[in-house]
């Protein structure tokens, strides 16, 4: 499975960004999805998870209330729409596909985008 992340870019504290991810290769429906970030010096910390049908979603507390994951199985794509940017958003997002119900830690997935950056300017 493939994976491409889009939609980064600079952005003012306060703002908005909807960031994408197009899956290729496997059967979409079939993968839980998940965002991750990493800011410089920093490790990878989980951000968002989705089941495999969307009913199921779960949020690290750091972005719960101003992010949201959604996905398109048809369009195979996850999204994650994220507002009230704060400066300490700036990092590089990344998605992923695994197999666990909704995967919170980076081990639970086994396939990773190239990375989106994100910048919030305060």
């Known amino acids: 499975v493939q994976l491409q992340a889009s939609g980064g870019g600079l952005v003012q504290a306060g703002g908005s960004l909807r960031l994408s991810c197009a899956v290729s290769?496997?059967?979409?429906?079939?993968?839980?999805m998940g965002w991750f970030r990493q800011a410089p010096g920093k490790e990878r910390e989980f951000i968002a998870a989705?089941?495999?049908?969307?009913?199921?979603?779960y949020y690290a507390d750091s972005v719960k209330g101003r992010f949201t994951i959604s996905r398109d199985n048809a369009k195979s794509t996850v999204y994650l729409q994220m507002n009230s940017l704060k400066s300490e958003d700036t990092a590089v997002y990344y998605c992923?596909?695994?197999?666990?119900?909704?995967?919170?830690?980076?081990?639970?997935?086994?396939?990773w985008g190239q990375g989106t950056q994100v910048t919030v300017s305060s």
């Open positions: 989705i089941n495999w049908s969307g009913g199921g979603r």
């Open positions: 290769g496997r059967t979409f429906s079939s993968y839980a």
């Open positions: 992923a596909a695994g197999r666990t119900y909704i995967g919170t830690t980076v081990r639970q997935y086994e396939a």
